[in-house]
């Protein structure tokens, strides 16, 4: 075979390799338009056995091949509450397992068992009213890679430029597609009762450490920079997930902060009122005072006008002289008058 017959034979087989790849890659949804919308959610009240999960959300296949192996005609339902970009990847909190039953139905007893004896917990995930949600085509493996480059961005944008309170992120898989969804109320009801115990935990060591001045970084609790990131980075599985999950699991004891508030109102209302009343006593004696004198004064004025000062005694006395001596001119002119008839 000459060189030339064998090198079209290898850029044959390079071309043939380069559209197989990107058949299948288009096949898998990589070319599929993204379309996110805001009304019902895809799955009712369903009740799912589950495992909670901390740690990197790559490795969660794990957890997915797991919960298959159990119940491989049933529904995998994946539910991510963390932010990777706002937290560490070890520290991420999810949850893997299988929908046992939706709406009215009752889950089977025997599968119930049988998750239960692989360490499976139960648990009823409310129905909601308004939700995000998407699809994505499931057709091969490469549809769950292509799925978090390509859904979790456009959920992200969408969440952020219309400012929902949108989160944990659910994950529903169906033989052909995947379910995406966001719940816009009722969200806390979503949290397993692991990730409740664990925030109330959380917050109990913040306060530990507010009440040392330090946050649980070790950084002054009130520096004015904030340990938190902002935005919302969705690139993939492994940088992806919850929008303002992060946001929202911080703020998961609103109760807490808001009776911290409170009393730290009632405080100040006590130490104002008690500034007022000591002021208003104080003033209260230096207008007794200012009275006083006040009335010493008017009892002195009205003693000086009975009383007069020496300058009006001696023009009294003066007037009365003048007045006399009047007198005595008038009787004298009117005796030499008199004489001289």
């Not at 298959?68 to 963390?82: E, M, N």
């Not at 009122?273 to 005072?289: A, H, I, M, P």
Request: proline share 4%; aromatic share 8%.
């Amino acid at each position: 075979m000459s060189d030339s017959a064998l090198l079209l034979l290898i850029l044959f087989l390079l071309l043939c390799l380069v559209l197989t790849v990107g058949g299948l890659l288009v096949y898998s949804g990589l070319l599929t338009e993204v379309v996110i919308k805001t009304g019902a959610p895809p799955i009712r009240n369903v009740t799912v056995a589950y495992k909670f999960k901390q740690g990197a959300y790559k490795d969660s296949g794990a957890a997915f091949t797991e919960t298959y192996s159990i119940g491989p005609k049933l529904r995998a339902i994946g539910i991510f509450y963390d932010d990777p970009k706002k937290i560490l990847p070890e520290k991420c909190r999810y949850i893997v397992g299988s929908v046992l039953c939706e709406g009215e139905e009752k889950p089977d007893e025997e599968l119930l068992k049988l998750y239960e004896k692989f360490g499976f917990k139960v648990f009823s995930l409310p129905e909601v009213s308004h939700a995000v949600t998407t699809t994505f085509p499931c057709t091969t493996s490469l549809s769950h890679v292509l799925a978090a480059h390509r859904v979790y961005p456009e959920l992200g944008s969408y969440i952020e430029e219309r400012k929902l309170c949108a989160f944990p992120f659910v994950e529903t898989f169906h033989s052909d597609f995947i379910n995406y969804m966001v719940p816009l109320c009722r969200q806390m009801d979503f949290f397993v009762p692991e990730l409740t115990e664990q925030v109330k935990t959380d917050g109990k060591d913040e306060d530990s450490d507010e009440d040392r001045g330090t946050d649980i970084t070790g950084a002054d609790s009130h520096s004015d920079v904030s340990s938190v990131s902002g935005g919302v980075p969705w690139d993939s599985r492994e940088t992806s997930l919850a929008a303002s999950t992060a946001a929202s699991l911080a703020s998961s004891l609103p109760l807490r902060d808001i009776m911290d508030s409170n009393e730290d109102n009632k405080h100040r209302e006590h130490s104002d009122r008690g500034s007022n009343d000591s002021v208003g006593s104080g003033s209260s004696f230096e207008e007794l005072d200012m009275d006083q004198e006040e009335l010493e004064e008017g009892d002195g004025m009205e003693g000086e006008k009975e009383k007069g000062t020496p300058e009006e005694e001696d023009d009294d006395e003066g007037e009365k002289e003048g007045a006399e001596e009047e007198a005595g001119l008038v009787a004298k002119r009117k005796f030499l008058g008199d004489g001289e008839e």
